[in-house]
C-alpha cells in the first residue's frame, strides 16, 4: 500500500525552477550573472547543502569566553556545516559582488544569489549581509575603506581570531541596539573618548545585541564629545592582541538559531572614527538600507522556499480520493500564495534593480521611499505566507524534519531587525515630508500601467495622505496599501498575466483579502500553481 508520502524535494535547481526569478533577473539588466545564480540554484537544490542548513541549526554555536588557560578569549564556536555554508556565500561573492564588480544589474545579481542561497539557510546570511552592507558606509571614511575593503570584499572565508593583516578575507558586524533602547538610537549611552590624532578613540560601554560576534570588526554607534557618531571597532589590534570586546552571553533565540547574537561589552576598546563626528546615525544609515534590503530578499526568500515545498507536497499527497492540489480549495489557497511569492520576488528584484541605478535621481528617489515600504509590508506577509505553507503540509510541516518549522521561526525576525514594522512605517512619513521627491517617484511608478483597479486604488492612496487627520497613528494602514499598489503595478507589467489579474482582484479591490484562498474562482488558478511548483531535473 502507498504511504501517500511525497518524495523529498531535492536535486532540483532552484533558479531553473523559479519563473519570476529568472525573469526578473533578466528585466534588471543582471543576465551576465546568469550562470553564477544558475550554480548556487543547483548547489541549493543538493541533499549536500540541505543537510548542512539542518546541522547548522541542529547544532547551534557556543560561546568560549575562556581558554583552557583561563585567559578570556570571547570566541564563538560554529559546527563545521555552518563553516561550508559560510565557504559558498562568501566564495560567490554574496558579500560583496556589486562592490567587486560595480557594473550595471551587480546589486540584482546579488539580490538573485543571496535570495536563493538562502533558501538553503537563512541564519549565515547575517554577516554575509552586514559585510555586503557595512561597504558603503565605510566609504564615507575613504582612509578607513582603503585598508579595510579589500579584504571585506575578498572571495575567501577566513575563520578565526586574527589580525586583519593576517587574514584572506574578513567579516563585519554592527552594534547599534543597546539595552535602554534599539529603535531609538539616539538613547545610546557607550562613550567614545578620543584618544590621539586620525579618529581614533576608546570606546566603553555595553551593546545589547550584536549578531555574528564572531565577525573581524564591527561598525558601532557611541556618544563622542560632538554627539552620536559612527566607529569601525575590531576584534584584533594589529599587533595580534585582543581589543576589549568581550562577549557577555549568546541570546536564546526563537529561531535564527545557527547564528550567534550576544551582549557585548566594551571597555576602552580602540576604534576609529568614520564618517562625521555627531553624524552617526547619518553616516551608519547607508549600512541599514542595505541590510534593510536584505530583510525583503530574506523575506521573498523565505516566501519562495514555503511555496516551493506547498505546491510539491500537495502535488504528491492525496486526501479523499484525490490529489491535495487538485481539491478546489487547496488549489485556491496555494495559488494565493505563489501570486504573494510572485509579487514579493518581483519587488525585490525591482528595489534592487534600483539600487543599481541609484546615479538616476528618480530610481535614488524611489530607494529612499521603497525601501521602508518594502520592509514594513514583505517581511509581514512572510510570517503569514510561511505559516500558510506550513498548514498546507498538515501534520508533516509542524515536524522539524521538514524545513516548515525552521522557517517559520525564522519569518518575524527580518521584521524586528533594521528597524521594526512600526519603525519603518514611520519612515515612508519621514521621507514623504522631508523628500517630498520620494514620494513623487512612488506615484510615478504606480501609475506607470493603466488598470482602474489601481488607478482607484492609487487615488485612494492619495487622499489618505492627503487627509488632515493625524496620519502618524494611521502608517500602517497607509503604507500597506503603497506596498500593495506597488506590487499590483510590477505584477501588470511583469508578473504573469492571470496571477497578475487575481493579484488586482484579490487585493485591490473591496480592501483586499486578509487571509490566503480567497481568491475569486477561476480556471487559471491551477496554471498559476504549475508556475511555481519546483520540479526535479527529470521531469522536464
Ligand atoms: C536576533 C536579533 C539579532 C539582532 N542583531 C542586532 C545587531 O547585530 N546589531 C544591532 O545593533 N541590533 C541588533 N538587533 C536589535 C534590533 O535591531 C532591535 O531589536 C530593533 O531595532 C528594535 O529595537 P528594540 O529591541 O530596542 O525595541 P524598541 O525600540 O523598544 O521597540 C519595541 C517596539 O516598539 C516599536 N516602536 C519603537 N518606536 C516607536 C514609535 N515611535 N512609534 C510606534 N512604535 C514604535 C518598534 O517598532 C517595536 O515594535 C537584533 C535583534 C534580534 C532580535
Redesign the pocket.
Known amino acids: 500500500m502507498s504511504s501517500n508520502q511525497p518524495p523529498p524535494l531535492v536535486d532540483y535547481n532552484l533558479f531553473a525552477s523559479d519563473v519570476p526569478l529568472r525573469e526578473s533577473l533578466e528585466r534588471e539588466g543582471a543576465a551576465w550573472a546568469h550562470d553564477l545564480v544558475s550554480e548556487l540554484g543547483a548547489l541549493a537544490g543538493t541533499q549536500r547543502a540541505i543537510d548542512w542548513g539542518f546541522q547548522a541549526n541542529a547544532n547551534p554555536p557556543q560561546l568560549r569566553t575562556h581558554d583552557r588557560f583561563g585567559e578570556r578569549i570571547d570566541e564563538v564556536e560554529f559546527h563545521p556545516a555552518w563553516h561550508e555554508l559560510m565557504k559558498v556565500a562568501i566564495g560567490h561573492g554574496l558579500h560583496s559582488l556589486p562592490w567587486r564588480e560595480p557594473r550595471p544589474g551587480a546589486h540584482a545579481a546579488r539580490a538573485a544569489a543571496f535570495y536563493l542561497w538562502s533558501q538553503v539557510e537563512g541564519g549565515h546570511g ?1 554577516p554575509v549581509s ?1 559585510t555586503y552592507a557595512a561597504v558603503p558606509t565605510l566609504r564615507k571614511e575613504p582612509s578607513v575603506a582603503e585598508q579595510w575593503e579589500p579584504l571585506m570584499t575578498a572571495l575567501e572565508y577566513d575563520f578565526g581570531l586574527r589580525p586583519a593583516a593576517a587574514k584572506k578575507g574578513v567579516l563585519f ?13 539616539r538613547a545610546n549611552t557607550t562613550r567614545a573618548e578620543p584618544a590621539g590624532s586620525g579618529g581614533e578613540h576608546l570606546l566603553t560601554g555595553q ?7 564572531m565577525c573581524d570588526a ?1 561598525l558601532v ?1 557611541a556618544q563622542a564629545p560632538g554627539g552620536l557618531t559612527c566607529f569601525l571597532l575590531p576584534r584584533v589590534l594589529p599587533d595580534g592582541t585582543r581589543n576589549s570586546f568581550r562577549i557577555e552571553r549568546l ?1 536564546d ?4 538559531r545557527s ?1 550567534a ?2 551582549e557585548v561589552a566594551f571597555d576602552a576598546a580602540w576604534a576609529v572614527r568614520v564618517g562625521e563626528e555627531g553624524r552617526g546615525v547619518r553616516t551608519i544609515i547607508e549600512m541599514v538600507n542595505h541590510t534593510r534590503l536584505d530583510c525583503i530578499i530574506g523575506s521573498a526568500s523565505l516566501m519562495r522556499q514555503a511555496v516551493a515545498q506547498a505546491t510539491h507536497h500537495t502535488a504528491h499527497r492525496s486526501a479523499f480520493g484525490r490529489l491535495l492540489s487538485e481539491q478546489p480549495l487547496m488549489v485556491n489557497v496555494l495559488a494565493d500564495l505563489a501570486i504573494e511569492s510572485e509579487a514579493t520576488t518581483i519587488l525585490m528584484m525591482r528595489l534592487a534593480g534600483a539600487f543599481d541605478r541609484a546615479g538616476d535621481p528618480a530610481e535614488a528617489a524611489l530607494r529612499r521611499i521603497g525601501v521602508a515600504i518594502a520592509k514594513f509590508w514583505t517581511c509581514k506577509r512572510a510570517i503569514a505566507v510561511v505559516a500558510e505553507a506550513l498548514e498546507c503540509h498538515g501534520g508533516n510541516g509542524y515536524v522539524e524534519e521538514s524545513i516548515l518549522p525552521r522557517l517559520y521561526r525564522e519569518a518575524p ?1 527580518n521584521s ?11 519612515d515612508v512619513l519621514r521621507a514623504m515630508q522631508r523628500e517630498p521627491d520620494s514620494l513623487s517617484a512612488y506615484f510615478g511608478e504606480v501609475s506607470s500601467v493603466r488598470d482602474p483597479r489601481l488607478e482607484c486604488a492609487v487615488d485612494e492612496i492619495k487622499k489618505e495622505i492627503a487627509n488632515s487627520g493625524e496620519l ?1 497613528s494611521r502608517a500602517r494602514a497607509v503604507v500597506a496599501r503603497m506596498a500593495v499598489a506597488w506590487q499590483a503595478s510590477l505584477m501588470l507589467r511583469h508578473g504573469d498575466p492571470d496571477a497578475a489579474d487575481l493579484f488586482c482582484a484579490s487585493r485591490l479591490v473591496n480592501g483586499g483579502g486578509h487571509g490566503f484562498g480567497v481568491l475569486p474562482t477561476r480556471p487559471e488558478l491551477k496554471s498559476v500553481i504549475e508556475r511555481h511548483r519546483p520540479r526535479f531535473y527529470n521531469e522536464g
Not at 173 to 185: F, I, N, W, Y
Not at 253 to 256: I, P, V
Not at 416 to 426: D, K, R
Open positions: 547575517c552586514m558586524g554592527m552594534a547599534m541596539t543597546e539595552r535602554q533602547g534599539g529603535s531609538d538610537v551593546k545589547w545585541f550584536c549578531s555574528a560576534p564591527f554607534l541570546k533565540k526563537l529561531g535564527n547564528n547574537s550576544a525576525l524586528i531587525w533594521e528597524g521594526s514594522g512600526n519603525v519603518n512605517a514611520l502618524e
